[in-house]
């Protein structure tokens, strides 16, 4: 079967580009335009603080605060963990990249000195991944997220723009590498047991990528808890990684009027970690930012309408894949990476 | 107030007038009956924003995905007595060599052996579970074997003007009064029909028919059409059933990932003594 040397990112930049070149349907032209002036999605250094609080945004029908949409980080993608900005793993920056501070701060919040609490066993490990990322001998030095794996309870909020769909009972999130779907209870009903709305955790013998996702909803933030994680996602391309008794305990503190949310999480694994550790990702909404094949990878809906109406394109990767990412792997579907 | 009976014993000189009005009663009666008892089935599909709600997990327990034409019992595949319209796929004369290519080599070259997308409509009738998210804006189908996505956009969009070709195509519904009508198109050739190779190009168009019977059954029609690859349109039907068992959810499979997950976090032989069980 033919692979495809195509990523999603790309085909979303064909599409877009190739729609330029059409002659105009409806208000097409017109709602490019207006697109064009939008300005572009811009890292910061610095993380936008959120607190918990009351929700002054719109509701949904079952009482959820509205949050739906697409939404990026703003900060970098997974390239380096702790230092965001920072040198990508064995590459020598094309400008000197100077002192630290200058840059966005650590991931990790929890302990103060931004670095995850690893057993002396783990950080020989995470070292030998980081060491081993650009040139990867063996097959557990190729990032997982590069042969199209979920990015893993975390480590999904620091790669492409995705979405947030609501439900009744749901909250659901589409990236570009699977999805997760986090099941929504009462917060009352959390020490309830029968409740429609308070289904227990599988079974701790499955285990999964994106792990299993109970949370509920007070005020201006969602929390959730991740069980049955596999933990085989990596953190970074910097080679960090979890362990297989992990739990993570997510907040994600929305401030409606800026359009931004603040995400964090609070791992504990006594098999890798010598104490819980917290790490925190900034997020802001991209509709409203020009389409980059990054962040805003939105197209524009063909309808008879006035209206812009923006609408992500299917995001299927293994299948489209030959790997990408650095230290990346070519074809899918193989038994052993071709180095 | 008085009792029909007593208007009738008080009108009773004028016989003929009173038996038809008597008449006329017991039929608007019986015609009360039969529309309540119509609204009483039309109320019990769910709906949302006044359509039917087809949110929910569902599944086929029809044999299709082995062979969506009829079939005896073979080594891979439980019999089934097909789901095409008239049992037989109308292929062109010179589809059919790669039609028993496919039958041939089924058990090394179906997709679905890799875990990749199923594609339309085989995601539907595959024996596994999917879920069905609904918001007025659009339909999400989320299918528990390779997680893949599809989003049903009911907004009135229509299919862009210059497309890929899509795994899953591209879904836009509209309603025709109960039933959500999908026309799906833009696919690449890369999906099966089947287990048992019927296949299609990327001249595959197919459209949908979703109709509640009651609240946890589904009708799923389909016409699907390609002509790279069949001389006419032809129909298949299936019924999906909701999964009503006690915290019945989705369990992720990535199942693409199977070939290399024992290499991490880290593999067996790296793990700590302590850590190993």
Same mark, same amino acid.
């Given at each position: 079967?033919?692979?495809?040397?195509?990523?999603?990112?790309?085909?979303?930049?064909?599409?877009?580009?190739?729609?330029?070149?059409?002659?105009?349907?409806?208000?097409? #032209?017109?709602?490019?335009?207006?697109?064009?002036?939008?300005?572009?999605?811009?890292?910061?250094?610095?993380?936008?603080? =959120?607190?918990?609080?009351?929700?002054?945004?719109?509701?949904?029908?079952?009482?959820?605060?509205?949050?739906?949409?697409?939404?990026?980080?703003?900060?970098?993608?997974?390239?380096?963990?702790?230092?965001?900005?920072?040198?990508?793993? @064995?590459?020598?920056?094309?400008?000197?990249?100077?002192?630290?501070?200058?840059?966005?701060?650590?991931?990790?919040?929890?302990?103060?000195?931004?670095?995850?609490?690893?057993?002396?066993?783990?950080?020989?490990?995470?070292?030998?991944?980081?060491?081993?990322?650009?040139?990867?001998?063996?097959? #557990?030095?190729?990032?997982?997220?590069?042969?199209?794996?979920?990015? @893993?309870?975390?480590?999904?909020?620091?790669?492409?723009?995705?979405?947030?769909?609501?439900?009744?009972?749901?909250?659901?999130?589409?990236?570009?590498?699977?999805?997760?779907?986090?099941?929504?209870?009462?917060?009352?009903?959390?020490?309830? $047991?029968?409740?429609?709305?308070?289904?227990?955790?599988?079974?701790?013998?499955?285990?999964?990528?994106?792990?299993?996702?109970?949370?509920?909803? #007070?005020?201006?933030?969602?929390?959730?808890?991740? $069980?049955?994680?596999?933990?085989?996602?990596?953190?970074?391309?910097? @080679?960090?990684?979890?362990?297989?008794?992990?739990?993570?305990?997510?907040?994600?503190?929305?401030?409606?009027?800026?359009?931004?949310?603040?995400?964090?999480?609070?791992?504990?694994?006594?098999? =890798?970690?010598?104490?819980?550790?917290?790490?925190?990702?900034?997020?802001?909404?991209?509709?409203?930012?020009?389409?980059?094949?990054?962040?805003?990878?939105?197209?524009?809906?063909?309808?008879?309408?006035?209206?812009?109406?923006?609408?992500?394109?299917?995001?299927?990767?293994?299948?489209?894949?030959?790997?990408?990412?650095?230290?990346?792997?070519? @074809?899918?579907?193989?038994?052993?990476?071709?180095? | 107030?008085?009792?029909?009976?007593?208007?009738?014993?008080?009108?009773?000189?004028?016989?003929?007038?009173?038996?038809?009005?008597?008449?006329?009663?017991?039929?608007?009666?019986?015609?009360?009956?039969?529309?309540?008892?119509?609204?009483?089935?039309?109320?019990?599909?769910?709906?949302?924003?006044?359509?039917?709600?087809?949110?929910?997990?569902?599944?086929?327990?029809?044999?299709?995905?082995?062979?969506?034409?009829?079939?005896?019992?073979?080594?891979?595949?439980?019999?089934?007595?097909?789901?095409?319209?008239?049992?037989?796929?109308? *292929?062109?004369?010179?589809?059919?060599?790669?039609?028993?290519?496919?039958?041939?080599? %089924? &058990?090394?070259?179906?997709?679905?052996?890799?875990?990749? +997308?199923?594609?339309?409509?085989?995601?539907?009738?595959?024996?596994?579970?999917?879920?069905?998210?609904?918001?007025?804006?659009?339909?999400?189908?989320?299918?528990?074997?390779?997680?893949?996505?599809?989003?049903?956009?009911?907004?009135? +969009?229509?299919?862009?003007?210059?497309?890929?070709?899509?795994?899953?195509?591209?879904?836009?519904?509209?309603?025709?009064?109960?039933?959500?009508?999908?026309?799906?198109?833009? &696919?690449?050739?890369?999906?099966?029909?089947?287990?048992?190779?019927? *296949?299609?190009?990327?001249?595959?168009?197919?459209?949908? %028919?979703? +109709?509640?019977?009651?609240?946890?059954?589904?009708?799923?029609?389909? +016409?699907?059409?390609?002509?790279?690859?069949?001389?006419?349109?032809?129909?298949?039907?299936?019924?999906?059933?909701?999964?009503?068992?006690?915290?019945?959810?989705?369990?992720?499979?990535?199942?693409?990932?199977?070939?290399?997950?024992?290499?991490?976090?880290?593999?067996?032989?790296?793990?700590?003594?302590?850590?190993?069980?």
């Amino acid at each position: 079967m033919q692979k495809k040397l195509i990523t999603p990112k790309i085909l979303s930049v064909l599409t877009l580009t190739s729609l330029l070149a059409l002659p105009a349907f409806a208000d097409y #032209e017109q709602w490019e335009a207006e697109r064009a002036t939008l300005p572009k999605f811009e890292r910061e250094k610095t993380v936008y603080r =959120v607190e918990s609080g009351k929700w002054n945004g719109p509701r949904l029908a079952d009482g959820q605060p509205d949050v739906q949409g697409q939404w990026s980080n703003t900060i970098s993608n997974h390239t380096n963990f702790t230092d965001p900005q920072g040198a990508t793993p @064995g590459e020598t920056p094309r400008t000197p990249l100077g002192p630290r501070e200058t840059r966005a701060p650590s991931r990790v919040v929890d302990p103060a000195d931004g670095q995850i609490p690893y057993q002396p066993w783990a950080r020989a490990l995470q070292q030998e991944y980081l060491k081993n990322f650009n040139d990867p001998v063996k097959p #557990e030095y190729v990032e997982p997220l590069a042969r199209c794996a979920p990015g @893993g309870p975390s480590k999904s909020f620091m790669w492409h723009g995705y979405e947030i769909r609501q439900f009744p009972g749901y909250l659901v999130f589409l990236f570009d590498s699977g999805s997760r779907i986090i099941h929504l209870y009462k917060k009352a009903d959390k020490n309830k $047991k029968g409740e429609q709305n308070n289904k227990p955790h599988l079974d701790q013998k499955i285990r999964l990528w994106n792990g299993d996702s109970r949370g509920y909803w #007070e005020g201006n933030t969602l929390y959730v808890e991740v $069980k049955n994680n596999n933990s085989k996602s990596r953190f970074g391309r910097t @080679g960090e990684f979890s362990g297989t008794d992990t739990i993570v305990k997510e907040r994600f503190i929305f401030d409606h009027k800026a359009g931004r949310y603040l995400y964090s999480a609070t791992y504990t694994d006594p098999s =890798v970690f010598t104490q819980p550790w917290t790490l925190e990702i900034p997020a802001r909404r991209v509709e409203n930012f020009a389409e980059d094949g990054w962040n805003n990878q939105l197209g524009i809906a063909n309808h008879k309408g006035k209206e812009l109406i923006l609408e992500p394109y299917e995001q299927i990767c293994t299948e489209n894949n030959g790997g990408f990412g650095g230290g990346s792997i070519i @074809g899918a579907g193989n038994s052993s990476p071709i180095l | 107030m008085k009792s029909p009976v007593n208007r009738f014993a008080v009108n009773n000189g004028l016989c003929v007038s009173a038996s038809l009005k008597k008449l006329a009663g017991i039929l608007f009666l019986v015609s009360l009956f039969i529309f309540s008892w119509q609204s009483q089935a039309a109320e019990k599909i769910p709906r949302l924003n006044g359509k039917p709600d087809f949110s929910g997990i569902w599944q086929t327990t029809s044999a299709a995905d082995y062979d969506l034409e009829p079939h005896s019992a073979r080594i891979d595949a439980p019999p089934g007595p097909g789901v095409v319209e008239g049992g037989e796929i109308p *292929y062109k004369p010179e589809a059919l060599a790669k039609r028993k290519q496919n039958f041939d080599n %089924r &058990f090394k070259a179906d997709p679905r052996l890799k875990g990749w +997308t199923l594609g339309v409509p085989r995601g539907i009738y595959y024996p596994e579970p999917f879920q069905i998210f609904q918001r007025a804006r659009d339909l999400t189908l989320v299918h528990q074997f390779g997680h893949s996505v599809r989003t049903i956009h009911t907004n009135n +969009t229509d299919h862009p003007q210059d497309p890929n070709d899509w795994w899953l195509g591209d879904s836009r519904g509209k309603w025709d009064g109960d039933t959500l009508v999908v026309d799906v198109k833009h &696919f690449n050739d890369e999906t099966w029909l089947d287990r048992s190779g019927n *296949y299609h190009s990327d001249a595959l168009h197919v459209v949908e %028919r979703w +109709t509640l019977l009651d609240a946890n059954t589904i009708e799923y029609t389909a +016409t699907i059409e390609d002509e790279k690859v069949f001389v006419r349109p032809w129909n298949i039907s299936v019924i999906l059933h909701r999964h009503r068992e006690k915290n019945f959810q989705l369990v992720e499979d990535y199942r693409f990932t199977l070939d290399y997950d024992q290499y991490y976090p880290y593999p067996a032989e790296r793990a700590p003594k302590a850590q190993t069980k």
